[in-house]
Nanobody, 115 residues
Framework: QVQLVESGGGLVQPGGSLRLSCAASARSFSIYDMAWYRQTPGKQRELVAAITRGLSTDYADSVKGRFTISRDNAKNTVYLQMNSLKPEDTAVYYC?????????WGQGTQVTVSS
């Protein structure tokens, strides 16, 4: 059973930065296309950033130029560097595969952007 453990969230002021990490217990982690998602109460989970096994990246328009996704296959970890944070970035952030079927979802990490 694959486990995903997200960490690195917290409370930050507008304009601040955070770096999220997602550690996966999956075998052959490097073959998976991975992504960061976020969810706020009452809304569907949305894809924020994606990185393929070939290291191609893509971003939601709302975070382009501010967020950077990366991965370290040796550590089975995906990262999300978030800069110039805005209050609308407040959400619980999760990582998972891009493609169906998803791994079991982790607990996520809360990011709160507020002054």
């Amino acid at each position: 059973q694959v486990q995903l453990v997200e960490s690195g969230g917290g409370l930050v002021q507008p304009g601040g930065s955070l770096r999220l990490s997602c550690a996966a217990s999956a075998r052959s982690f490097s073959i998976y296309d991975m992504a960061w998602y976020r969810q706020t109460p009452g809304k569907q989970r949305e894809l924020v950033a994606a990185i393929t096994r070939g290291l191609s990246t893509d971003y939601a328009d709302s975070v382009k130029g501010r967020f950077t996704i990366s991965r370290d296959n040796a550590k089975n970890t995906v990262y999300l560097q978030m800069n110039s944070l805005k209050p609308e970035d407040t959400a619980v952030y999760y990582c998972n595969k891009i493609n169906y079927p998803a791994f079991p979802w982790g607990q996520g990490t809360q990011v709160t952007v507020s002054s």
